[in-house]
């Protein structure tokens, strides 16, 4: 029910935002491999507690939608109480990590929790459940710049506006499979919204402006080549991303969600992370 791999999504970012914090105060954090495993921790717990509660949320619209009725709930591979089970200990596992990386941290989880937890409810309601999304995993880099350091620095709001826009570009892309059956079933989403041409628009001007960020973000931190080269790639994956989906073709559109998606993360931690450890 939980693919480990889909954590790939938030973790590069969440360490980037570790590490952009951990640079912005010269270095001085105490304890650095033990927040950094409690940091890991909250981020798995955190997203399969999310992933979790969307299928015990969502396990009934799951069963009449062709797509996502082999899901473990709706076919009967895993039973209601087990899931809640489990989602009840991933969120104390949760906590746990929230409350051994700093008051400050623990006093802001159930706050993070509310975030990533009231997604699951807005596509009843909002056709912005794709910005919610976001919100949930751009919450990820100033959580954990937090983690390490113990304070807050806003620079690190543009990483979280970033991932935000990428997430929701990519969603509103995801969600274009399901335009037919979200519109029967009175579900809402950007391309119920505005139609499937404009959506993938809306989706293209939001990349755009996750690139802006991280333009900015590099330029506030006053990072160096590796870390530009880094945008560079992200830009060049979702160019080719967007070129894998047309209106009338959705056909390649898991190779356009996970796989591509998963290499923008990758290269993109991968490449700050070298560029902030040098400039360190």
Not at 6 to 15: D, G, K, Q, R, W
Not at 133 to 154: E, Q, R, V
Not at 174 to 183: G, I, K, L, N, S
Not at 189 to 203: C, D, E, K, W, Y
Request: aromatic share 12%.
């Amino acid at each position: 029910m939980i693919k480990f791999e889909h954590s790939v999504f938030a973790l590069p970012f969440a360490i980037t935002g570790a590490l952009l914090a951990w640079h912005g105060v010269g270095g001085q954090v105490s304890g650095l491999a033990a927040k950094f495993a409690w940091i890991l921790l909250a981020m798995i717990s955190a997203r399969s507690a999310a992933m979790a509660f969307n299928r015990l949320l969502d396990r009934h619209i799951d069963a009449q939608n062709p797509r996502t009725a082999s899901r473990h709930l709706p076919a009967g591979l895993l039973q209601v109480r087990f899931v809640w089970l489990f989602f009840a200990v991933t969120v104390a596992l949760f906590l746990l990590a929230s409350a051994m990386l700093g008051p400050l941290c623990l006093w802001l989880s159930p706050v993070a929790l509310g975030v990533i937890l009231f997604y699951s409810f807005t596509k009843r309601f909002t056709s912005l459940s794709h910005l919610v999304l976001g919100l949930a995993l751009g919450i990820a880099p100033m959580a954990a710049g937090i983690a390490l350091t113990g304070s807050i620095d806003w620079r690190l709001a543009a990483l979280t506006a970033a991932v935000m826009c990428w997430t929701a570009g990519f969603d509103i892309i995801y969600a274009c499979q399901d335009y037919e059956f979200d519109r029967t079933a009175g579900l809402h989403s950007i391309p119920v919204r505005l139609g499937l041409s404009r959506a993938l628009r809306v989706s293209q001007l939001l990349h755009v402006v996750m690139i802006g960020c991280l333009l900015w973000l590099w330029q506030a931190y006053d990072l160096g080549g590796l870390a530009f080269a880094g945008i560079g790639i992200t830009a060049a994956l979702l160019l080719y991303e967007h070129s894998l989906v047309k209106p009338t073709d959705f056909s390649r559109v898991d190779a356009a969600f996970f796989a591509v998606n998963g290499w923008v993360s990758v290269i993109f931690g991968v490449c700050w992370t070298a560029d902030i450890l040098w400039l360190s």
